[in-house]
């Protein structure tokens, strides 16, 4: 198996909804990524977790809360968001953090927020 | 990570080779080059890297200057489905995991 997969495909949200992304990978890949693309610009890196643990946060506003329950699984929680917030979510997964490793990208969710 | 330059597009008949060209002339000697690309309304998707040495998959092949300042990506014989935005990157040794992808190339393979 060598997909990413990701749940819902399409999300629309009021500003005051609580809603979660969720990501799921079962390559072994120890490490995963959450990334927001808007609307013809390239992918932005959010979040890293490497071994469960957040290791990198790219200074995302706390209305972004990710989640790592185990190696296989990422979530990303959302609340109170912005219509500016709309975007593709894009998540990845990666042998490890390591260099050369290849991140495998899911098909993404595109979320509105209205 | 060092910056890097591609043209913003590029046109390329079908079955015939689409060469697309990177300038990243402040890579360092630890710094990897990667080529992911995004088909409209996908992931995007790693094509190939390297270091140094020439390197060549069952995609496509990467050449990469003798004094690493460029790279050039080459799909030998290109279908419409290679139509999308192909990204260079170059990733610093130790800042583990971040791609920070710039404006890319987009690629329209026609008939």
């Known amino acids: 198996d060598t997909e990413v997969t990701q749940t819902p495909k399409h999300l629309v949200m009021g500003m005051t909804n609580k809603k979660s992304l969720k990501c799921e990978q079962h390559?072994?890949?120890?490490?995963m990524y959450w990334y927001k693309q808007k609307a013809k610009k390239p992918p932005e890196l959010m979040f890293v977790?490497?071994?469960?643990?957040?290791?990198i946060n790219e200074s995302v506003p706390s209305r972004f809360s990710p989640e790592c329950p185990n190696s296989s699984l990422l979530n990303l929680h959302l609340h109170a968001l912005q219509p500016e917030d709309s975007a593709l979510y894009l998540c990845?997964?990666?042998?490890?953090?390591?260099?050369?490793?290849?991140?495998?990208f899911g098909p993404g969710t595109r979320l509105t927020v209205l | 990570d060092a910056k890097t330059t591609q043209p913003p597009s590029m046109d390329c008949a079908e079955g015939r080779a689409a060469n697309l060209p990177c300038n990243h002339s402040t890579i360092s000697g630890n710094e990897y080059v990667y080529w992911y690309r995004q088909i409209h309304s996908q992931g995007p998707q790693y094509i190939i890297h390297?270091?140094?040495n020439n390197e060549t998959n069952e995609m496509a092949s990467l050449i990469i200057t003798e004094d690493r300042k460029s790279s050039t990506l080459i799909l030998p014989h290109a279908t419409l489905r290679d139509t999308a935005v192909y990204y260079c990157i170059v990733r610093v040794a130790g800042t583990a995991s971040k791609l920070t992808f710039g404006t890319g190339t987009r690629l329209q393979v026609t008939l």
């Open positions: 977790y490497s071994y469960e643990k957040l290791s």
């Open positions: 990845a997964s990666s042998r490890s953090g390591g260099l050369t490793n290849e991140q495998f």
């Open positions: 390297g270091l140094k």
């Open positions: 390559m072994g890949h120890r490490a």
